[in-house]
């Protein structure tokens, strides 16, 4: 049994899609329970509609709901303790739900997750891990928001990681990791990169297998596993493909309307348009994870459907199945034991 | 008559496609006179094949060419006076050429133009700037590679040197540019680019109107006509929306030959397909624009074909029949005429 608490009123549809998304993700999966964290009276007509839902649910009414816009300072001090994002979060923290899922603002999930399960120890900074589609399969990025301009041994710390994610999600052995780059050579990029590649590889980590760095047009190609790199950089990165994709489809959909040679053309390989879409469906690889806190917290893309925010909900089922943050704590042991005692004092 | 200098041996291909390239580009615009650097044994079989090009050329046998591999530093140490490329960018500095074209490898050209144009008055580091097609033509994003961590003022040079291209470009008065940001809100971001905002804001050029943060899908979606960021992430967004492109063209290559349905609709299609394939060609827009030197020099992909080479060409004699190092100059001169002076001492 996977328990997996929801912030119910979170993204920009809230119950409207979460409900179903809910129940869709439990056809999948009939051994989820689900916590839900919401404003009863807007839940209940939606609620109503997914009996089986209901059943394996357990309803917590919860006083206000954090808006999309609302900047993580006030969510944090107007939402704490009674807020369905934060009752959602600490349902994680006091081991009643295995991973919290939310489709909330980013910026005040984070401030929350932070603020209610703490960073794990060595870790400084918690990422956000995104799953991205490539021609070989899938590839984790991270991290896409959370930092800007995290130093080498972030960097360090975002390879550890990622590489546990790989392995919980993949159920790779010994994942490949690479360090996003303008060039493959070692001479080439910030130094914080060039130092976090020395960092990497003299690591020697069992379970990662550090492939070196990589370029822009390598994530798409899946040339590794893991692709690490700052926030500014990883956001920009996810953005830009997004806009890509988007663009392609645009442009597609304008050239096969144009005539009706096109149009019939457009029919008749409808079926290889449709296998086209559902591979490069941002909905499919919808959940943000995020990485260093003492319990696994999914973020839903807020504008996100049903069939979105059910995909979110499978990313977070596989990372409580396959033992995520157990992989993670063991990595990171591995790693500082095996390294020379920090010289400052350290949270332990 | 716009005089073009060429470095024949650059690229993956040299005179091959080189030659073909600038014989393509002339029938495009007749009044181009080429100046030709290469080695002329190895030229000689292309050039016979284009009398009207050999006709409006002047052929100049150098020494050596420099390696596509070569590290910048050795490039300039061997070929410096002597090269294929180090004479193309000489005939820019001595008045001999408007604008030198090379597909040759950017380190070393970027570091043999800083050496022989030198940098113009007030600008630090020279930038590349790429042109990026879009859902409503094209935009100018930079920059794409030059430099690692530019700080507020370098980002502030490369808002008034891109508006300074686009004018010279698009032909536009008063050309829209954004900062790439991780949000749009003005609390978010670097420290530099919230510092470069604030500048490029009280700054209020008449030549460029600042539209403030945009994110990375904006770039596709045309939102600006200058997209400023470092060079970091202005090359991984580049190289990743490269890969994106290729991967879905990929995906549908792969979808559309399926079943023999697809293959049909294809068919019936391919003027469509067709269609999309030039309008997202990086062939048409190659053409990276070295800003910020004593003179235009135009970076053509190393990999690309005659196609290619020639629409490097067609950038290189727009940007010099519509004098974009005096548009540069002059927009310098008017900005640093209404700041304070400098505490510094500063070039001139």
Same mark, same amino acid.
């Given at each position: 049994?996977?328990?997996?608490?929801?912030?119910?009123?979170?993204?920009?549809?809230?119950?409207?899609?979460?409900?179903?998304?809910?129940?869709?993700?439990?056809?999948?999966?009939?051994?989820?329970?689900?916590?839900?964290?919401?404003?009863?009276?807007?839940?209940?007509?939606?609620?109503?509609?997914?009996?089986?839902?209901?059943?394996?649910?357990?309803?917590?009414?919860?006083?206000?709901?954090?808006?999309?816009?609302?900047?993580?300072?006030?969510?944090?001090?107007?939402?704490?303790?009674?807020?369905?994002?934060?009752?959602?979060?600490?349902?994680?923290?006091?081991?009643?739900?295995?991973?919290?899922?939310?489709?909330?603002?980013?910026?005040?999930?984070?401030?929350?997750?932070?603020?209610?399960?703490?960073?794990?120890?060595?870790?400084?900074?918690?990422?956000?891990?995104?799953?991205?589609?490539?021609?070989?399969?899938?590839?984790?990025?991270?991290? #896409?928001?959370?930092?800007?301009?995290?130093?080498?041994?972030?960097?360090?710390?975002?390879?550890?990681?990622?590489?546990?994610?790989?392995?919980?999600?993949?159920?790779?052995?010994?994942?490949?990791?690479?360090?996003?780059?303008?060039?493959?050579?070692?001479?080439?990029?910030?130094?914080?990169?060039?130092?976090?590649?020395?960092?990497?590889?003299?690591?020697?980590?069992?379970?990662?297998?550090?492939?070196?760095?990589?370029?822009?047009?390598?994530?798409?190609?899946?040339?590794?596993?893991?692709?690490?790199?700052?926030?500014?950089?990883?956001?920009?990165?996810?953005?830009?493909?997004?806009?890509?994709?988007?663009?392609?489809?645009?442009?597609?959909?304008?050239?096969?309307?144009?005539?009706?040679?096109?149009?019939?053309?457009?029919?008749?390989?409808?079926?290889?348009?449709?296998?086209?879409?559902?591979?490069?469906?941002?909905?499919?690889?919808?959940?943000?994870?995020?990485?260093?806190?003492?319990?696994?917290? #999914?973020?839903?893309?807020?504008?996100?459907?049903?069939?979105?925010?059910?995909?979110?909900?499978?990313?977070?089922?596989?990372?409580?199945?396959?033992?995520?943050?157990?992989? #993670?704590?063991?990595?990171?042991?591995?790693?500082?034991?095996?390294?020379?005692?920090?010289?400052?004092?350290?949270?332990?």
């Amino acid at each position: 049994m996977i328990r997996i608490s929801l912030d119910v009123m979170g993204g920009d549809f809230g119950p409207e899609i979460v409900i179903p998304g809910a129940a869709k993700a439990l056809e999948r999966h009939p051994d989820i329970t689900f916590l839900l964290f919401g404003l009863q009276a807007e839940c209940e007509p939606y609620l109503a509609k997914h009996p089986k839902l209901r059943e394996r649910s357990v309803f917590h009414d919860c006083e206000l709901a954090v808006g999309m816009d609302e900047k993580p300072s006030a969510a944090l001090r107007r939402g704490r303790y009674v807020s369905t994002m934060w009752r959602s979060i600490e349902a994680v923290k006091l081991g009643e739900a295995d991973v919290v899922v939310s489709a909330g603002n980013t910026g005040a999930l984070m401030a929350m997750s932070k603020f209610c399960l703490r960073t794990l120890a060595h870790i400084e900074r918690p990422a956000i891990a995104g799953i991205w589609p490539t021609l070989k399969g899938e590839s984790i990025v991270l991290d #896409i928001g959370a930092t800007i301009g995290a130093d080498a041994h972030q960097l360090m710390d975002f390879a550890l990681m990622g590489g546990a994610m790989a392995r919980a999600l993949f159920e790779a052995q010994r994942p490949t990791v690479g360090l996003l780059n303008v060039g493959v050579e070692e001479v080439k990029g910030q130094e914080e990169v060039k130092e976090a590649g020395r960092l990497i590889r003299e690591a020697n980590l069992p379970t990662i297998s550090y492939h070196g760095f990589v370029e822009g047009d390598d994530i798409g190609k899946g040339t590794v596993d893991v692709v690490v790199t700052e926030g500014f950089t990883g956001n920009i990165a996810l953005k830009t493909a997004e806009g890509t994709a988007r663009q392609i489809a645009e442009l597609l959909r304008e050239a096969m309307s144009r005539t009706w040679l096109s149009k019939l053309g457009y029919l008749l390989a409808k079926g290889a348009f449709d296998r086209l879409r559902e591979k490069m469906d941002p909905r499919k690889v919808n959940g943000g994870v995020f990485l260093g806190l003492n319990g696994i917290v #999914i973020k839903s893309h807020g504008g996100t459907d049903a069939e979105g925010f059910a995909a979110a909900i499978d990313v977070g089922y596989d990372m409580a199945r396959n033992g995520l943050t157990e992989k #993670i704590v063991e990595d990171l042991e591995t790693y500082h034991a095996r390294r020379q005692p920090p010289a400052g004092p350290e949270a332990a």
